[in-house]
């Protein structure tokens, strides 16, 4: 079955305590990305990948880093966590940045204390 | 820079009634996507319906339909029949086919009651 997985689906940290949320597809697409979901605001791209290596900032990347040493997987990295980085967060993925389809990972719902 | 924008925060539906959810777009581009997802409670961004901006038939998929007005710029779904389930989050969205960046951009919703 084509899917993106992410985990943890949910987490509770606290300010400044490191965190990964992973992210996979076994699609073997090229282009992924993260977006971040906050009330009243929508859904807003926070980092994507074209490929393996090669990363890029979204609209709204402060305070978070990516990785792509794989193609299958790229998680998001909170190097010091805020409570403004308390919120819903998905993981995509499409065969390329142009693609008419994308899919979407299940989310994770982040809340920093 | 791209924009969408859902003019109807909240709107509400008896079941079995046809309900319409309306999407403008501002773009200069002449390729491109527009989409409409469903986020009920789960959370999960299930896709609803799609359309291509070069082909002038709107789309439909069973009870989901749009009226894709190009010049207009204007993407509004049309939902027949509507079911308790239909109850969720309706998102519009934007994504260039030409772009590099390859981002969806979403407006900022529409929160649909569908009522027994």
């Known amino acids: 079955e084509a899917q993106v997985t992410q985990n943890p689906r949910y987490l509770i940290t606290v300010t400044g305590k490191k965190l990964t949320v992973t992210c996979s597809q076994n699609m073997n697409h090229e282009y992924m990305s993260w977006y971040r979901q906050d009330p009243g605001l929508g859904l807003r791209q926070i980092y994507y990948s074209m490929n393996v290596e090669v990363t890029d900032k979204g609209d709204v990347p402060e305070g978070y880093k990516v990785s792509r040493k794989e193609k299958r997987n790229f998680p998001l990295i909170l190097e010091s966590p805020s409570p403004n980085q308390t919120s819903l967060y998905f993981c995509?993925?499409?065969?390329?940045?142009?693609?008419?389809?994308?899919?979407f990972g299940p989310g994770t719902r982040l809340t920093v204390t | 820079a791209q924009t969408v924008t859902q003019s109807q925060p909240e709107m509400s539906v008896q079941e079995a009634e046809t309900v319409t959810l309306s999407c403008t777009y501002d773009?200069?581009?002449?390729?491109?996507?527009l989409f409409w997802y469903k986020q009920p409670p789960s959370r999960q961004m299930i896709l609803v319906i799609r359309?291509?901006?070069?082909?002038?038939q709107n789309a439909t998929e069973n009870r989901f339909s749009v009226n894709f007005q190009k010049a207009a710029k204007s993407f509004s779904l049309k939902i027949s029949d509507s079911q308790l389930g239909d109850t969720a989050m309706y998102f519009c969205a934007f994504r260039s086919r030409g772009g590099s960046q390859g981002n969806l951009i979403f407006g900022k919703g529409t929160k649909l009651s569908v009522k027994p």
């Open positions: 773009t200069s581009e002449n390729n491109y996507y």
């Open positions: 995509a993925s499409s065969w390329s940045a142009g693609s008419y389809e994308q899919y």
């Open positions: 359309q291509e901006a070069y082909k002038q």
